[in-house]
């Protein structure tokens, strides 16, 4: 303990977006190579996956390969992080198993993602439990790695709420044990959450909705050109609004100044391009053909190492199954405190075996 460890992680529903991105993947490669962190851990949460895919098995085990390579295609190093598989983890599914007596039906009710995407996925009259109870089982993921720092984006808060809840509940029950995480945000407004290219309050691989960081420069400019924007921007000269605008939130993720000069020399920073879309007299597909430059230069290099990765599929799976032993190793660790706190150490607790036989055998 005293060490600062990271647990953070993905659902294989699909490739990885570049709402991932400015949400939490980029992030995490920063803090990666930044060498402030003793552990890190990366989750394809597969398990989780499952809790609302259990009728399509096929999509959760084929889309494994791909957050892998979108994972080390974006610079997230094996050397230097474990990546590993959630379901690969026995220990979590038993730390799970004891945390759910520490939480109440009312309380995983009232948190508002799982409401979101209740409503979202139509389960109002048939909630799968587990998916229900996924909050309590993301608790168990970064608890098991003593996770002190969980990047991800806005929509995971009240997941690290419920995890600091029953991490201060079992530790007052049981006695000091488990570490508290705190939650990393972006700490740009616009990767909190980004928009899809709809204008949604989400890019979300359920939605549909999503430019892929492996999608090709033609599929990322069609989708780009084809975004929504303001609503009542209908002429060039109409005055426009910034705000809400999905382009314009993608340029304040992605936009470096420096762009400017090479892509649309008109302006010398977003400001300057924002105001002129205000007063009006600024087109749409400028503004796109933009942010779709803006875009590619991001994505470009992603897109080059992911054709390398791809070349090593067995690879990629190797380090999956060599980070997810490192990651049992720690899950283990963290499930035999768990159970010698709580007391279920019954044979490893020689106390207990001398106690109970001097209730019958007083010379024992
Ligand atoms: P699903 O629809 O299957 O839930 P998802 O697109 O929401 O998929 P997750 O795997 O649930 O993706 O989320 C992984 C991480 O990416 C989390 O940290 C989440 O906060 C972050 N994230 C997902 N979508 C966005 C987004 N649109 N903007 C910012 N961060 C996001
Ligand atoms: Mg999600």
Redesign the pocket.
């Given at each position: 303990m005293g060490s600062n460890i990271i647990l953070?992680?993905?659902?294989?529903?699909?490739k990885?977006?570049?709402?991932?991105f400015?949400?939490?993947?980029r992030r995490r490669v920063e803090l990666q190579n930044s060498g402030e962190f003793d552990k890190i851990f990366i989750m394809i949460?597969d398990a989780?996956?499952l809790t609302?895919?259990a009728e399509n098995p096929g999509k959760v085990r084929d889309n494994i390969i791909e957050?892998a390579l979108d994972y080390l295609s974006c610079g997230l190093d094996p050397a230097k992080s474990t990546l590993f598989i959630q379901s690969q983890i026995p220990e979590l599914t038993e730390l799970c198993f004891y945390y759910m007596n520490l939480v109440t039906v009312s309380r995983l009710q009232r948190n508002p993602t799982v409401k979101a995407?209740i409503q979202?996925r139509n389960f109002e009259a048939s909630i799968p439990v587990g998916f229900f109870t996924y909050p309590i089982s993301q608790a168990a993921d970064i608890t098991a790695f003593d996770a002190t720092c969980?990047?991800?984006?806005?929509?995971?808060m009240p997941m690290l709420e419920q995890t600091q809840e029953i991490v201060h509940k079992f530790n007052s029950v049981y006695g000091e044990t488990l570490v508290s995480p705190k939650i990393l945000l972006?700490e740009n407004k616009a990767?909190?959450?980004?928009?899809?290219t709809d204008g949604k309050a989400?890019?979300?691989?359920?939605?549909g909705n999503?430019i892929y960081l492996s999608d090709t420069e033609a599929d990322v400019k069609k989708k780009v050109m084809a975004m929504f924007t303001d609503p009542t921007h209908l002429q060039v000269s109409d005055p426009g609004h910034v705000e809400g605008n999905p382009v314009f939130i993608y340029l304040d993720a992605f936009c470096k100044d420096e762009y400017f000069a090479e892509y649309c020399p008109d302006y010398s920073c977003l400001q300057e391009m924002k105001d002129h879309y205000t007063r009006g007299g600024l087109g749409d597909v400028k503004v796109k053909k933009f942010l779709n430059n803006v875009l590619q230069e991001t994505l470009n290099p992603i897109r080059t190492a992911r054709e390398e990765w791809q070349k090593d599929i067995p690879g990629v799976y190797e380090i999956l199954r060599k980070g997810s032993e490192v990651a049992e190793a720690a899950a283990a660790n963290t499930l035999d405190r768990v159970k010698n706190a709580m007391k279920i150490n019954y044979f490893s607790d020689e106390e207990l075996i001398k106690s109970q036989s001097l209730k019958y055998n007083a010379e024992a």
């Open positions: 953070t992680g993905d659902r294989p529903t699909g990885l977006h570049v709402g991932h400015v949400g939490s993947l949460a989780q996956a609302d895919n957050v995407e979202m969980v990047p991800v984006g806005e929509d995971q972006p990767c909190l959450r980004l928009p899809g989400k890019m979300s691989k359920s939605l999503c």
